[in-house]
């Protein structure tokens, strides 16, 4: 099988920049996702292919990779980031598709 | 716009078979290249990727699932049909459908406007 490993929780003061990492050992390989999950919400995609911002995410969302590590990046966070934040993505052979343990972003 | 959504019974009883449908707009299966896919949420816990069904009725599982799981399609209806077997606690979860944006079969796609879920408990 195959892992992709999240920090349990990340806090940050408003207005400070947020990081959550995700680790895989096929991230150099593949791509990475990132899914924003507020309370009681289903998951949206922040993140696509690694670093692309999908239409309607606001720009304080970035996002990186290097090596084995995948980095979502909040910058100037705002409560309304509050959420838990997984990512995404596939082992080097496609067969095992897993999302991170996710990560509680607290803003306050 | 694309919108898609759950249904199904909200309590399955242990051993017994799951079968939930999935019932979308706004895209098609007559398209070449779209693409379905069904994850869970277990209570309080990670996101699971179980399967995705393919325009041509290629299917993919999770290989943890592979025995258990089957994903059907019917094209005429805009619907996707999940059944999962031998159903057992561990399987109560929110499921989730959503369309599949892919540039390659070995894993390379991610999810994007997913439905709101649907809880299913495993009960007697």
């Known amino acids: 099988s195959y892992e992709l490993t999240q920090p349990p929780s990340v806090s940050v003061s408003p207005g400070q920049t947020a990081r959550i990492t995700c680790s895989g050992d096929?991230?150099?390989?593949?791509?990475a996702y990132w899914y924003q999950q507020k309370s009681g919400q289903a998951p949206v995609l922040v993140i696509y292919?690694?670093?692309k911002r999908p239409s309607g995410i606001p720009e304080r969302f970035s996002a990186s990779t290097s090596g084995t590590v995948a980095t979502l990046s909040i910058s100037g966070a705002q409560v309304e980031d509050e959420a838990d934040y997984y990512c995404?993505?596939?082992?080097?052979?496609?067969?095992?598709?897993?999302f991170g343990g996710g990560t509680k972003l607290t803003v306050l | 716009q694309i919108t898609l959504k759950e249904s199904g019974p909200t309590v399955v009883k242990p051993t017994h078979t799951l079968t939930l449908t999935c019932t979308f707009s706004?895209?098609?299966?007559?398209?070449?290249?779209?693409?379905v896919g069904w994850l869970r949420q277990p209570p309080g816990k990670a996101l699971e990727w179980l399967g995705v069904?393919?325009?041509?009725?290629?299917?993919q599982y999770s290989p943890s699932l592979k025995s258990r799981l089957a994903i059907t399609k019917d094209t005429s209806k805009n619907q996707v049909v999940l059944s999962l077997t031998n159903m057992g606690p561990v399987d109560t979860g929110t499921y989730y459908c959503?369309?599949?944006?892919?540039?390659?079969?070995?894993?390379?796609?991610?999810?994007?406007?997913w439905g709101q879920g649907t809880l299913v408990t495993v009960s007697s």
């Open positions: 959503a369309p599949y944006y892919y540039y390659d079969t070995y894993g390379g796609g991610y999810f994007d406007s």
């Open positions: 706004g895209f098609s299966f007559t398209t070449a290249g779209v693409s």
């Open positions: 069904i393919y325009w041509d009725d290629e299917k």
């Open positions: 096929a991230l150099p390989k593949k791509y």
């Open positions: 292919e690694d670093t």
């Open positions: 995404y993505s596939t082992d080097s052979s496609g067969n095992h598709r897993v």
